[in-house]
Nanobody, 122 residues
Framework: QVQLVESGGGLVQAGGSLRLSCAASGRTFSRYGMGWFRQAPGKEREFVAAISRSGGSTYYEDSVKGRFTISRDNAKNTVYLQMNSLKLEDTDVYYC???????????????WGQGTQVTVSS
């Protein structure tokens, strides 16, 4: 069992930056691929970024490439999402997920966090 807790969301102006963190419980964090997703009310949860167990491979949704960076610190049981050049359309609830491999699709997630709200204002 893995418990995931996101933090770092908030209100930011367009063009600004935020760093999301997802802290995992347990001593087996390095066995899990991780991912970040986002979801707007009434819409499906969509993939944002994913990272392999070692951190050596990363994957991004096209609209965030060059703006967002996913990373992980296995010693701290934490995965991060650095978000730069934020746009109004990045406003969503952001969720982290853990799975047996990099979580590039919601179906691959075994565990989900509770989510953190990111709001980008003009």
């Amino acid at each position: 069992q893995v418990q995931l807790v996101e933090s770092g969301g908030g209100l930011v102006q367009a063009g600004g930056s935020l760093r999301l963190s997802c802290a995992a419980s347990g001593r087996t964090f390095s066995r899990y691929g991780m991912g970040w997703f986002r979801q707007a009310p009434g819409k499906e949860r969509e993939f944002v970024a994913a990272i392999s167990r070692s951190g050596g491979s990363t994957y991004y949704e096209d609209s965030v490439k060059g703006r967002f960076t996913i990373s992980r610190d296995n010693a701290k049981n934490t995965v991060y999402l650095q978000m730069n050049s934020l746009k109004l359309e990045d406003t969503d609830v952001y969720y982290c997920a853990a799975g047996a491999s990099p979580v590039v699709a919601a179906l691959r997630a075994d565990y989900w966090g509770q989510g953190t709200q990111v709001t980008v204002s003009s």
